[in-house]
């Protein structure tokens, strides 16, 4: 049963067997983590891939982090370390929400699979341009997704027909609102799918705890000038609900203890 969701707390999947594969979803805000909670739950996942887990007994466990990339982080952190203090660590860890695609590239209502988490403005601007993080000798400011990992999840979508593309999903501390910064980005990252503010956040907790990490999205606006009217908050829940319906199996697949 999923219990609604509040900021730093879990809605819970279903075993308490250390057996069972343990994957952390984490969301931004609550709503986000009610939606991917209840496509755990819903029926007729698809026929394709691993089995699905008896009813009852996958362990994935929804976080809602809090919104930027530091809240998330921090948040993360917390959950791998207490699952890992408690004996029942996580084997992988999902970003997962809404976020603004990349036209023609990601439209609205579709998801998007990271095969890159970049943290798009973690560096400095100069008379020249933008410069990231790396070129000033300081950190990354890309994380780079395991094909092991994406190639299954973009297999169970596709399987499941749910519109959805593979790309650069890049973190933001300020979503993009005008078109010269949408520009700005993909001429920047050619590669880049989708916009939002948590994934290398994620990345970045699930790295420091060597777990391999995943960023999902489902696209509820187009990058570039803020225009609310021609949003798609509702579309957006909705494919997320359903890509984690899709998932679940594979999600638990990915893990390297059976599966319920």
């Known amino acids: 049963m999923a219990l609604r969701a509040e900021e730093g707390i879990l809605i819970p999947g279903t075993s308490d067997d250390p057996a069972v594969r343990r994957v952390l979803v984490v969301t931004a805000v609550a709503v986000e983590a009610d939606s991917f909670a209840a496509g755990l739950t819903a029926p007729g996942r698809p026929p394709s891939g691993p089995p699905a887990p008896a009813p009852g007994r996958g362990r994935v466990d929804v976080l809602v982090g809090g919104v930027g ?6 948040a993360t952190g917390a959950a791998l370390t207490r699952a890992a203090l408690g004996g029942v ?23 998007v699979v990271a095969d890159a988490i970049v943290a798009a403005d973690l560096g400095a601007e100069t008379p020249d341009g933008f410069l990231p993080v790396e ?13 092991a990992v994406t190639g299954p ?10 519109p959805h593309t593979t790309g650069t999903v890049l973190t933001v501390s300020t979503v993009t609102g005008t078109a010269a910064r949408a520009a700005a980005l993909a001429a920047r990252h050619p590669g880049a799918a989708a916009e939002a503010m948590e994934g290398f956040g994620v990345a970045e907790a ?12 489902a696209v509820s606006n187009a990058v570039g000038p803020r225009d609310r009217a021609a949003w798609r908050i509702g579309d957006a829940l909705t494919a997320l609900r359903r890509a984690a319906a899709a998932l679940e199996p594979t999600l638990c697949a990915l893990e390297a203890r059976p599966c319920g």
């Open 135 to 147: 070129e000033l000798g300081f950190g990354r400011s890309v994380h780079r997704a395991d094909p």
């Open 153 to 162: 999840v973009a297999a169970a979508l596709a399987a499941a027909g749910l």
């Open 89 to 111: 660590p996580y084997g992988l860890v999902v970003s997962a929400g809404i976020a603004g695609g990349f036209a023609p590239r990601a439209p609205l209502g579709s998801l």
């Open 206 to 217: 699930a790295a420091a705890h060597g777990v391999p990490a995943l960023e999902l999205r």
């Open 69 to 74: 990339p530091a809240a998330v982080a921090a």
